[in-house]
């Protein structure tokens, strides 16, 4: 099994930045790629960017190209989502998630362990 843990969420007023942080713990040796979603109140679990194992590879949402940076340490068992230019739609409970040891995946499905949310709010 693999634990992850998010942290770094907040409140932050539009044009301001975040970052995210999502530590993997138990059998990290078997976790591939990893990515973060988000979920706002009312809408499905949307993925916003993903990762691969080497951290060569990387997909973003439309939405957030430009803004938003995924990579990752694996000496530290460790994600983050550097968000920039924060919009008020961004806000959203932001979920780290990974898989087996195989790429990137933009299906929800496709995602085998999951983090409990950390909350993102934008002000305007």
């Known amino acids: 099994q693999v634990q992850l843990v998010e942290s770094g969420g907040g409140q932050v007023q539009a044009g301001g930045s975040l970052r995210l942080s999502c530590a993997a713990s138990g059998r990290t040796s078997s976790v591939g790629a990893m990515g973060w979603f988000r979920q706002a109140p009312g809408k499905e679990r949307e993925l916003v960017g993903a990762?691969?194992?080497?951290?060569?590879?990387?997909y973003y949402a439309d939405s957030v190209k430009g803004r938003f940076t995924i990579s990752r340490d694996n000496a530290k068992n460790t994600v983050y989502l550097q968000m920039s230019s924060l919009k008020p739609e961004d806000a959203a409970v932001y979920y780290c998630?990974?898989?087996?040891?195989?790429?990137?995946?933009?299906?929800?499905?496709?995602?085998?362990?999951w983090g409990q949310g950390t909350q993102v709010t934008v002000s305007s």
């Open positions: 998630a990974a898989r087996g040891p195989t790429g990137i995946t933009r299906l929800l499905k496709d995602y085998e362990y």
């Open positions: 990762v691969s194992w080497s951290g060569s590879s990387t």
